[in-house]
């Protein structure tokens, strides 16, 4: 079913119960009805996760299409848990124990998720890069039979599609950048930069150390708490920490050292997250494939991008003229022009995708303040 | 068909162009590394680029062509052609890098600051009140009242040029914008755009972001911005406001326009993309900052900058449309809207948590000698604030105050009548509405005194403050109404009528007719030992309302004179005819100096000791020697 029909009647649901909430003392089995049905459909939009979109060519998960549908099931989740956590109680359980103290938690991480959601959106912005340089290369591949010129011209766009990529994917501050896009070694000219990026955050943040210190205090809640709005809470923490993980992962942004080393503490007695725990051991494994090789994110656009770009990068390197098509050549230029045109028609929507769940995120956060305040506790400054 | 014609002069020239294309080959030669064409001189770049358009017309001449015997010919012909035009194309890349390069440094200081500007705007905002008084006074009062409101100035635009509008500087020499032109025509036709638009993204870009940190725009993170103190956000958000407008009128402007004149041939398409590959991701951090400060905690004491920041985008909103006006830059105008609405909203749930916070704020030890309450100092001097942001706030506040109970605890509320407050702005009766809850609140806190006099006092006191602050502000007062303003005034009164019973009723009782006559006559049937019992309860009581009154404050001179003589205009006219009537009773007896210990006028003197805040001592009463 597909993930929007299954939320409108979930919340069909939940809003005819409301008015029974209003009505009813003892609404205690309702809830517990509710949190089962909250974590019962977060499994099955994750399980849902681990294969693959239909139309999507590529054997690694992380794919445009595929981040897409993540994040429309984050936002998914994020509207039932809002509902389950606001519903009919005005401003009150919030600030009671234990939510006094967990959504701040909660509120600190979406903090965090903010600025991973701009990074990561900045990092889009390079792929967009890398794919109008792989254009270049693509198009001047195109012609057949394929001349000296366009075997240089093509060259010269790889180099540089090969150089941003890894650039981009080392700690930016750490590269000292010795090769240039320039054709020839120029004296006295010092003012190359990594092309194309524009650095929107100081040098010493870091998505890794983001995301780590967002999954540090996930602690399942145990014995009476783990039957009341405290679960929800914590599912919706756990989904929030992988889908920045998932992000961060996919596409390169400031520092993702150590990425890998996040440690998801959730244990496995619980059922809604084998999915989640799937997943990320999935794209896990992935890392630590590519960690090997060494390249700027696992979005699997990019490294088709990057393999077709060595291929064609050794074609040009020892081509020579003679007349005649390389059909390898001619096939893999026609599939880097067919995944530049994935990432030109997928971009844009993901960016888009990004900033709903931008503001989602914003959303919430200020309805949370606004009932903590009026719950009138003077507790710890929260951020 | 046949070949061209003048095969030979054609050839000629196609070699001769070939040639030059060759020899500036930097893959093939040391020379062709060590100088730049386009520095080097005049003659030789328009040698070269001749040499181009000769090469480029060869290309289309050559796809024309296309004899059967010539086929082969003509391919290997295009293929040779297609390889120099790479050559030339490589060349030209550079040669364009390098000429913006030697022409892209961070706009310069005079373009950016003025010279001659001297330090502070003349017209800042109403300084908030910094009376003394209040700062030795209780401090344990809650968390509302330990916020500072800071000294509000108006934008400070002194030290940046004038930037009231749009003004495109020219960021490069016509020469050099002539130069590129030519490069870039020659690059477009031969089908080398996207190489053209990155070398020129790239360039501009690092000069964006030298400019970007002369102008000191810095790069914070949402987290960063939630961590930092709001005092420390606030000169940021000063210097955020300058920046911004130097960024959107002059930055971005002369980009645009450097977009334009370089790619004037060749159609508007490219010289937006080029534009918007420069200044998109520029575009995007600056607008982060001003992003971060709209969702961050709403707190009273931010209301103020958050205004200032909502006003400075409104008025920016107009040029950056006209900036950023084309399709792909739809993003950027979008995000700025939806800024632009968070910070009103923000503004909007500030007042309303301000006006929560004066219901809640639960101090309860009472303010020592019944004066002003620091929280209502605070409120009246935040809504004296609020009247001179009035312009924007009245565009904003749209919906008037809810006055329903807002928890579920059992304390009544205080209402307010909307009928007699018709034809108002929700602005207007948010004001009134802060004022009734202020006094709400003070009520409650009155009833922390033990001493019932003192709570109507320090009632009094207070609203007569109120008063005064709305009296004092013409905007304030227009807002709050004559009507109301009577309503206040009328309750101080009250106040003070209250307090004069619940004190001096039982003094001056001390002081009646009734009691002292034995029989009916008044010769001689005045009962001495009543009469010693009035004088002394009479003197013990007016000691201790002096001691203790005394110690009580009026901090308004003219509200404590009139005070006092509305108690002298009782108090003192009573004694003297008591007095004048009786003395001669106490006189003729024994130790008259035990019961009359006051002459009117000692009584006179003491009253200036009244409400003044300084304990006397008990002597101080006493000026008659034994």
């Known amino acids: 079913m597909p993930a929007t029909d299954y939320h409108a009647s979930f919340l069909g649901r939940l809003s005819i119960r409301r008015n029974q909430v209003i009505a009813m003392d003892g609404n205690h089995e309702q809830e517990l009805e509710d949190l089962e049905l909250f974590s019962k459909h977060v499994s099955e939009c994750f399980t849902e996760l681990l294969s693959p979109p239909d139309d999507v060519p590529f054997d690694t998960l992380l794919s445009i299409p595929w981040l897409r549908k993540l994040l429309d099931v984050f936002l998914c989740c994020e509207a039932e848990f809002k509902a389950i956590i606001m519903m009919g109680n005005d401003s009150f359980q919030i600030s009671k124990p234990p939510l006094d103290r967990l959504i701040p938690d909660l509120l600190d991480r979406s903090v965090k998720a903010l600025d991973i959601c701009n990074a990561v959106t900045n990092g889009l912005d390079s792929v967009r890069h890398y794919q109008k340089l792989a254009e270049i290369a693509a198009s001047a591949l195109e012609q057949k039979p394929i001349g000296d010129g366009q075997a240089r011209r093509a060259k010269k766009a790889l180099n540089s599609l090969m150089l941003a990529m890894s650039i981009d994917d080392k700690d930016c501050s750490a590269v000292k950048t010795t090769e240039r896009s320039w054709s020839f070694s120029r004296r006295g000219v010092n003012k190359d930069r990594s092309p194309g990026h524009f650095r929107q955050v100081a040098k010493s943040w870091s998505a890794a150390k983001q995301i780590q210190t967002m999954a540090c205090n996930l602690v399942p809640p145990r014995g009476a708490e783990a039957s009341g709005l405290a679960s929800p809470v914590y599912i919706m923490s756990v989904i929030m920490v992988f889908v920045m993980w998932a992000l961060v992962a996919a596409i390169p942004c400031q520092d993702r050292n150590g990425l890998l080393a996040t440690h998801f503490p959730v244990p496995k007695q619980l059922n809604w997250d084998q999915s989640i725990i799937g997943l990320h051991e999935k794209i896990g494994e992935e890392w630590k494939k590519k960690e090997k090789k060494g390249a700027a994110g696992l979005l699997a656009e990019m490294q088709k991008m990057e393999k077709l770009g060595h291929n064609l990068m050794e074609f040009t390197e020892s081509f020579q003229f003679h007349g005649e098509t390389d059909e390898k050549a001619a096939a893999h230029a026609a599939e880097l022009a067919e995944t530049c045109r994935r990432m030109e028609e997928g971009l844009l929507p993901l960016q888009v995708k990004i900033r709903e769940v931008f503001h989602r995120i914003v959303r919430t956060r200020t309805e949370f303040l606004h009932a903590l305040d009026q719950g009138g506790k003077s507790s710890a400054p929260l951020v | ?626």
């Open chain 2, 1 to 626: 068909m046949e070949l061209p014609e003048n095969p030979n002069k054609d050839n000629n020239g196609y070699e001769s162009a070939e040639k030059i294309i060759l020899r500036w080959d930097s893959t093939a030669s040391e020379e062709a590394r060590e100088k730049m064409i386009f520095e080097t001189d005049r003659h030789e770049a328009d040698l070269y680029l001749h040499a181009v358009d000769e090469i480029q017309r060869s290309l289309s001449n050559a796809s024309i062509s296309n004899t059967t015997t010539a086929a082969a010919v003509a391919v290997d012909d295009q293929t040779k052609v297609n390889s120099t035009i790479q050559i030339a194309m490589a060349r030209l890349e550079d040669e364009f890098r390098n000429i913006l390069m030697t022409h892209s440094s961070a706009l310069e200081a005079d373009s950016l600051f003025d010279p001659s500007s001297s330090s502070f705007s003349a017209s800042s905002h109403h300084e908030l009140e910094d009376d003394d008084a209040v700062n030795n006074e209780d401090s344990s009062h809650g968390d509302l009242l330990q916020l500072q409101l800071q000294h509000c100035e108006s934008s400070d635009s002194s030290t940046f040029r004038s930037t009231s509008s749009i003004r495109e500087l020219d960021l490069m020499p016509g020469e050099a914008i002539s130069d590129l032109q030519a490069i870039a025509t020659r690059m477009i036709s031969s089908g080398y755009l996207r190489e053209c638009i990155q070398v020129y993204g790239s360039v501009r870009k690092s000069a964006i972001d030298s400019s970007f940190r002369k102008l000191g725009i810095e790069k914070l993170s949402i987290g960063d911005i939630q961590r930092l103190e709001w005092e420390a956000l606030e000169s940021k958000i000063r210097r955020w406001i300058r920046a911004a407008k130097v960024c959107i009128r002059i930055l971005f402007s002369s980009e645009k326009k450097l977009c334009e004149q370089i790619f004037e041939c060749v159609g508007t398409d490219i010289d937006d993309a080029c534009f918007m590959e420069t200044v998109k991701g520029p575009a995007i951090q600056l607008f982060n900052f001003a992003e971060a400060i709209s969702i961050s905690r709403r707190s009273p004491e931010k209301l103020f900058k958050i205004l200032d920041l909502h006003d400075a985008l409104m008025d920016l909103l107009p040029d950056i449309e006209a900036v950023f006006d084309s399709k792909s830059s739809e993003s950027i105008r979008v995000q700025a809207a939806e800024i632009l609405s968070r910070l009103a909203e923000a503004a909007r749930g500030i007042l309303s948590e301000f006006e929560s916070a004066i219901l809640r704020e639960p101090s309860r030890v009472p303010v020592p000698g019944g004066t002003i309450h620091p929280l209502t100092r605070y409120v009246m001097n935040y809504i004296s604030l609020i009247s001179d942001y009035k312009q924007t706030l009245i565009e904003l506040i749209m919906s008037k105050p809810s006055t329903g109970s807002r928890y579920s605890g059992d304390q009544s509320t205080p209402d307010m009548e909307f009928a007699e407050l018709e034809g108002k702005t929700p602005l207007a009766l948010h004001l009134i509405w802060i004022i009734v809850v202020l006094q709400f609140n003070l009520e409650g806190k009155s009833k922390h005194y033990r001493d019932a006099s003192l709570a109507h006092l320090f009632i009094m006191n207070n609203v007569h403050y109120i008063v005064q602050k709305v009296k004092g502000s013409p905007e304030l007062r227009e807002m709050i109404g004559d009507d109301y303003l009577r309503k206040l005034t009328g309750k101080f009164r009250q106040a003070a009528t209250s307090y004069q019973r619940a004190t001096w009723v039982s003094v001056l009782y001390c002081l009646r007719d009734e009691g002292l006559h034995v029989s009916g006559s008044f010769s001689s049937g005045v009962s001495k030992s009543a009469l010693r019992e009035r004088f002394k309860t009479f003197n013990a009581m007016f000691e201790e309302v002096h001691r203790t009154q005394a110690t009580w404050l009026i901090p308004d001179t003219q509200l404590r004179e009139e005070l006092r003589i509305s108690i002298s205009e009782k108090c003192i006219p009573a004694y003297r005819s008591f007095l004048g009537r009786f003395r001669s009773h106490i006189e003729s007896g024994r130790h008259p100096e035990n019961y009359i210990k006051y002459s009117v006028e000692d009584l006179e003197t003491a009253m200036l000791d009244f409400f003044e805040g300084y304990p006397v001592s008990h002597q101080h009463l006493r000026r008659r020697s034994q």
